[in-house]
């Protein structure tokens, strides 16, 4: 059993992203959106970015220009089965997995 921090230092890690295929479509300001499985996963923290939480919505922007690549990471909290989410939306278009 791990505790909460252990659970959040692994939920950080496993979301933090990188998504090249999206590079040319970003010039300036952009916001990357998710939204968690469950009511129990909870938002504590982020960088390199603005990060928000409303409801089990995620999002998080910036003005970084993205033609370098931008890593963003945060830290979360959760009860219960920690169920991660499905889909990530990168000024409204979905993300593709890997």
């Known amino acids: 059993m791990h505790g909460p921090d252990d ?3 692994r939920l950080g890690e ?4 990188r998504n090249p295929r999206h590079r040319h479509r970003c010039g300036g300001d952009w916001t990357l959106t998710f939204s968690w499985p469950t009511a129990r996963q909870r938002l504590t923290g982020g960088w390199n970015g603005t990060w928000a939480q409303n409801g089990t919505t995620v999002t998080v922007s910036s003005s970084a220009p993205p033609a370098a690549g931008v890593d963003v990471g945060f830290t979360a909290d959760y009860s219960g089965p920690n169920i991660l989410p499905s889909a990530f939306t990168l000024n409204g278009v979905l993300c593709a997995a890997g």
């Open 7 to 9: 659970r959040r230092q």
């Open 14 to 17: 496993r979301l933090r992203r």
